[in-house]
């Protein structure tokens, strides 16, 4: 283990820190951690001098910062609770809390890997070619196409938006919606059989479903996915991927070496 003041390096086997296999590119950011590997850490290398410069400055000009905030008093149970599940408000609360934060460790990780691979392409070495498959089934968007990185740069800056919004304790959830829920500056919509949560650009209210409650492996990304809607609109019949909710969810999420099932545009923007 390699130490930078507040930046820390873990050289162990990936799997005995984690559920799922590592990324092929072999790095996954946790908070102040860098977890490698084994045989992917490189610091003598330009590409793995400029990763670790880039953690550490991160690390820097998060250290002083209060993040992963949900506001008890912008949860509406947070006094009554819920039913199905059964959960006091301060156990609803910390349930949002639990995803904000895995939210933000997601968002976080792909806002790493993709930087430090543009960072790469742009030095002059080929792109990782897994991690560049990502970027074009859900993104559309290509490493090596110098054409392409004012879009990935673009969608750099859009994934940092959305995280930093769940730092910063800006949203409100209403934790169960009904049928006709009206938002500022949307038509009245209802939870469905298939929907998670949904929000109206430029609205801070979160309207959580029955789907959030019964899947909490789904949590974390039904919010952060709901947060793009907020800041880009990205409206789920949008054709180009870069500006689709899902297709971003899909890539943030595989990029962290999860598996995403339908919360993917790898077979076309939906």
Not at 159 to 169: N, P
Request: charged share 20%; glycine share 8%; with cysteine.
């Amino acid at each position: 283990m390699g130490s930078f003041w507040l930046l820390r390096v873990e050289r162990r086997s990936y799997d005995v820190l984690f559920d799922h296999k590592p990324p092929p590119w072999g790095f996954r950011v946790v908070g102040n951690d860098v977890f490698f590997n084994e045989g992917k850490f490189s610091p003598g290398t330009d590409s793995g001098k400029r990763l670790l410069a880039h953690e550490l400055t991160h690390t820097m000009q998060q250290s002083g910062n209060v993040r992963r905030l949900v506001n008890t008093r912008s949860v509406t149970c947070h006094e009554t609770g819920l039913i199905n599940p059964n959960l006091t408000g301060a156990e609803a609360v910390q349930a949002i809390a639990v995803a904000d934060a895995e939210a933000v460790r997601v968002l976080q990780n792909a806002e790493d890997i993709l930087q430090n691979a543009l960072n790469d392409v742009v030095a002059g070495n080929p792109a990782d070619p897994a991690l560049n498959l990502i970027l074009q089934e859900e993104l559309g968007l290509d490493l090596d196409n110098t054409g392409d990185r004012r879009q990935i740069r673009i969608a750099i800056s859009r994934i940092a938006r959305v995280r930093t919004t769940l730092e910063s304790g800006y949203l409100r959830y209403m934790c169960r919606g009904g049928n006709n829920v009206s938002l500022v500056g949307c038509s009245a919509t209802s939870c469905d059989n298939d929907t998670f949560a949904f929000t109206c650009p430029g609205n801070r209210l979160v309207v959580l479903c029955q789907h959030f409650w019964d899947s909490p492996g789904e949590r974390a990304g039904t919010i952060l996915h709901e947060v793009f809607h907020i800041w880009f609109d990205m409206d789920h019949g949008n054709q180009t991927k870069f500006a689709n909710a899902t297709c971003l969810e899909g890539f943030v999420r595989r990029a962290d070496g999860q598996a995403v099932g339908d919360f993917s545009c790898a077979a076309g923007a939906h």
